[in-house]
């Protein structure tokens, strides 16, 4: 299964999200991947640390060869890394991505990232983390998922551009990928005892968004675990944060399998 976290908005927590749900699910013994899409490569450092070699090959790598025609390419699993996490794997980042956007684009390659995860065996579970802009990766890896989770802060900002993210969507859904489904949107850093969020996330309700029910709290021991390249589930399964991932991912699941 296909899972992108995708937010316009920067700031939101999309990494931290893809990796914490990704680390549950190896956790529970499958084999899960996270590629990142990102020039950032914050979901890259967060599971792999500060390695001192890095791997071999990239996300950038894999693009960059789909601007050559091959009988025979690579296949995807080959652009994948081992983290220090068991059945945990990380296509890694690349700085080269936003040179290479403008080439890929040209030449209509929108479609061969989608082409290429079809192909894609041996994994249980993917995670896709994306830039915070629709561009041409995001929209690659929209066309290519199966599900897709939104990530929201309690701000109006965030709330004014969320209606536009859930109309692109839309587009991508009608004229791409009629399979992509919202899988819903996660309330993160949410305080429930500040008045703004609680009604915000009232309000969102009437309307009729599809709002999960899970929400995800600010912690200092989420900092921590950036910090130290350990997902929750791997740094402190108890907390209060990590059970508040552990109650999402099981929900999701929960809704999947329906």
């Given at each position: 299964m296909i899972r992108v976290v995708f937010n316009q908005k920067g700031g939101v927590g999309k990494t931290t999200i893809v990796c914490n749900l990704a680390a549950i699910a190896a956790s529970k013994g499958l084999r899960t991947l996270v590629i990142d899409l990102d020039t950032q490569g914050n979901a890259t450092q967060y599971l792999c640390g500060a390695a001192e070699q890095p791997p071999d090959r990239t996300i950038g790598d894999f693009f960059e060869s789909t601007l050559s025609f091959s009988l025979s390419p690579p296949p995807f699993v080959t652009y994948a890394s081992n983290t220090p996490f068991e059945s945990l794997d990380v296509v890694a980042a690349d700085p080269r991505l936003d040179e290479l956007a403008v080439k890929l684009e040209s030449k209509q390659k929108i479609y061969k990232f989608r082409d290429a995860l079809r192909k894609l065996r041996g994994?249980?579970?993917v995670f896709v983390d994306t830039p915070p802009a629709l561009n041409f990766y995001s929209r690659s890896a929209l066309i290519a998922a199966e599900r897709v989770l939104?990530?929201?802060?309690?701000?109006?900002?965030?709330?004014?551009?969320?209606?536009?993210?859930i109309d692109n969507i839309h587009e991508i859904r009608a004229d791409h990928n009629e399979d992509l489904q919202i899988e819903g949107i996660v309330v993160n850093q949410f305080q429930s005892?500040?008045?703004?969020?609680?009604?915000?996330?009232?309000?969102?309700?009437?309307?009729?968004?599809?709002?999960?029910?899970?929400?995800?709290?600010?912690?200092?021991?989420?900092?921590?675990?950036?910090?130290?390249?350990?997902?929750?589930?791997?740094?402190?399964?108890?907390?209060?944060?990590?059970?508040?991932?552990?109650?999402?991912?099981?929900?999701l699941e929960g809704r999947r399998r329906r």
């Open positions: 994994y249980d579970a939104i990530p929201f802060d309690c701000d109006e900002f965030a709330r004014q551009a969320l209606y536009t993210l005892r500040s008045k703004l969020p609680t009604r915000l996330v009232e309000e969102l309700k009437a309307e009729g968004q599809p709002l999960l029910p899970q929400t995800l709290g600010t912690s200092v021991r989420v900092k921590e675990s950036h910090e130290s390249h350990r997902p929750l589930v791997f740094l402190d399964r108890g907390h209060r944060v990590t059970q508040e991932y552990l109650a999402l991912y099981e929900a």
